[in-house]
């Protein structure tokens, strides 16, 4: 079974600094699909960005961008001149080539300080 | 807003009912999934419905059940409730089978 592992479970960053959040997966697929979430206090689950396996290029959405390590099993998400609406939960999650629903980790509370 | 709705928002309700959670998906989206979040357990996925045929299962008790009707809406059935079942449940919805998921706001289950 594929499995997601979010080792930081709290992050704390200033304002205008910028983080980064670790995210590493198991999977014995080679095709899949791979995202970052973010879930501010409201509770909604909004997409961040996304990263398919098969493309070597790093994702990046403007502030967000995505360090892809295949061989290494690796995807983390560095925040860019982090803002005080970047506080949130971000959870990184994982679907196989089937695509049969999303594997999540268990979240990093990111904390931004004024 | 992601387009995803769900209703309702919120629902408190006695150990051993039984009670619905519904679902509209974007328009045009075919794929719906739900999965639930709860302190303990975290993110799950539950299940997978595309274009009304049940798609792919994770980690859904027998005692719920869902299903895709022909407008694409879903409904997720959750019957003998207990204080576990308690949890915030996401319906999200996709274009197709590996497109991202747009996540509704998600119902608030409590169960007394």
């Known amino acids: 079974a594929q499995t997601v592992t979010q080792s930081q479970p709290e992050m704390s960053v200033q304002e205008a600094e910028t983080v980064t959040l670790s995210c590493t997966y198991d999977?014995?697929?080679?095709?899949?699909?791979l995202f970052w979430y973010k879930q501010p206090p409201s509770r909604q689950m909004i997409l961040v960005i996304r990263?398919?396996?098969?493309?070597?290029q790093n994702a990046t959405e403007n502030r967000f961008s995505v360090n892809f390590q295949k061989a290494a099993k690796s995807f983390s998400l560095k925040i860019s001149d982090s803002q005080l609406g970047d506080a949130a939960m971000y959870f990184c999650a994982y679907t196989g080539g089937g695509a049969d629903g999303l594997t999540f980790g268990k979240g990093t509370h990111l904390i931004i300080q004024p | 807003d992601s387009g995803v709705t769900q209703t309702p928002k919120h629902l408190i309700t006695a150990t051993g009912q039984r009670v619905t959670l519904r679902c509209s998906p974007r328009s045009g989206d075919l794929s719906v999934y739900w999965y639930q979040q709860s302190l303990d357990q975290g993110l799950q996925f539950l299940i997978q419905y595309y274009n009304g045929e049940e798609r792919a299962k994770g980690n859904i008790l027998e005692r719920f059940s869902a299903q895709q009707f022909p407008d694409l809406h879903s409904e997720l059935n959750l019957s003998s409730l207990e204080l576990g079942d308690s949890a915030l449940y996401f319906c999200?919805?996709?274009?197709?089978?590996?497109?991202?998921?747009?996540f509704g706001q998600g119902t608030r289950l409590t169960v007394v």
């Open positions: 999977t014995s697929e080679s095709d899949y699909y």
């Open positions: 990263q398919e396996a098969y493309k070597q």
């Open positions: 999200a919805s996709s274009l197709g089978l590996a497109t991202e998921a747009f």
